[in-house]
């Protein structure tokens, strides 16, 4: 039998839960009546109906006719392209940048603390329309474009990098799916410490297939002519600072991250890789990194998902990222509700997606308590 007291918990949870309900649907209703009587149409069924928007930029082909469900996919990929990149760009110089701040150098340390606490104390949109503008004034025009790297190019209107084209026929495919079947079979069988021995030899027998494979690997290095460059990718003003300004803001607080999590190992850690022998390098990638990703994951999710929000601000710039789409969207089509629902519901699929995945590992990495 319940208690009185959990009895009375149950009873008052359910009232409040009613009663929010209520309170939501008689929200809904009000709002739906109200747009009905002004003649302002509701419903998604607009989303079949051709957009009629410009995307100056998309990752996916998109033409001006196609449906506005298609422009809101095109604008979401843009935005999942460019907080990967910074994510990734993000965490591997916060990583360097946070060691280097614990570095016996000064310079090396003072440089690196020196972004870090510009980079923190700079509003974001700040930094963006800063470097934005820098693109008229430092860079020369197109044909005089600067050559820092081989095959890339800086100039008014962006870089211009090699791009790679991997040609896979259908047979090249299936032997990649083998090959990839057998290595995740091998992986599973010898994590249960069930590995037969005919198991290596099928995944060998697979490598040697995915080598014989038709797979054509080819690269597009960009050359200027007359006016302009042909062949390899392109990075617009607009994408260029959108990425090199949320990297330079999200490094500077990963960097942090980084030097707590390295500053959480204790020095006995280190003394031990000495006693055995290990350089400082060794000591820092066998024993102290795998050792702080258990501490810094948990804030580092957080700065992850703060990218997916800052990268809204690409509109500052000019980017058409998902939010930029969606405000075209909603003054074309007057469906701001709809619009408004697609937005809140979009970005909160990417976060909860986002840290649903840095939860996971965070649990495989962690300490299991006997």
């Not at 009185?4 to 739906?32: D, H, M, P, W, Y």
């Not at 474009?145 to 047979?171: E, K």
């Not at 929000?309 to 969606?326: E, R, W």
Request: with cysteine; hydrophobic share 50%; proline share 5%.
């Amino acid at each position: 039998m319940l208690s009185e007291a959990k009895t009375r918990s149950i009873i008052i949870q359910g009232v409040l839960v009613t009663a929010v309900i209520a309170f939501a649907a008689l929200l809904v209703s009000t709002t739906f009546a109200n747009l009905r009587a002004r003649g302002i149409p509701i419903g998604f069924d607009f989303l079949a109906m051709p957009s009629r928007i410009i995307i100056s930029e998309a990752i996916l082909t998109y033409k001006s006719r196609d449906s506005y469900y298609w422009a809101i996919v095109v604008g979401l990929a843009n935005t999942v392209f460019i907080s990967a990149l910074v994510i990734f760009f993000s965490s591997v110089l916060g990583l360097v940048v946070g060691i280097t701040r614990l570095s016996s150098n000064p310079l090396a340390a003072g440089t690196c603390r020196v972004w870090v606490e510009i980079a923190r104390n700079s509003p974001p949109i700040v930094l963006l329309i800063f470097l934005y503008s820098l693109w008229w004034k430092v860079l020369p025009p197109v044909g005089e474009a600067l050559n820092p790297l081989p095959g890339v190019y800086a100039s008014m209107r962006g870089f211009v990098v090699p791009t790679i084209s991997i040609d896979i026929g259908m047979t090249g495919a299936l032997i990649i799916l083998f090959a990839l079947t057998l290595a995740a079979l091998s992986y599973g069988l010898a994590r249960s410490g069930r590995l037969p021995p005919l198991v290596p030899a099928i995944l060998a027998a697979g490598v040697v297939g995915l080598r014989l494979a038709d797979i054509r690997f080819a690269v597009d290095f960009p050359v200027f002519t007359g006016s302009n460059f042909r062949g390899g990718g392109e990075l617009t003003p607009e994408l260029s600072t959108i990425l090199i300004g949320l990297t330079i803001y999200t490094t500077g607080f990963v960097a942090e991250i980084v030097r707590g999590g390295v500053l959480s190992v204790g020095r006995g850690q280190w003394d031990a890789g000495h006693s055995l022998g290990l350089s400082r390098g060794k000591i820092l990638r066998l024993v102290v990194i795998p050792q702080m990703l258990r501490v810094i994951v948990p804030p580092l999710n957080s700065q992850y998902i703060n990218v997916v929000k800052n990268s809204t601000l690409a509109i500052a710039v000019g980017y058409p990222d998902f939010l930029a789409v969606m405000n075209t969207i909603i003054s074309k089509s007057s469906h701001s509700i709809e619009g408004v629902f697609i937005i809140l519901g979009a970005y909160l699929a990417l976060n909860l997606t986002l840290s649903s995945a840095a939860n996971w590992y965070n649990r495989r990495i962690a300490i299991v308590e006997r």
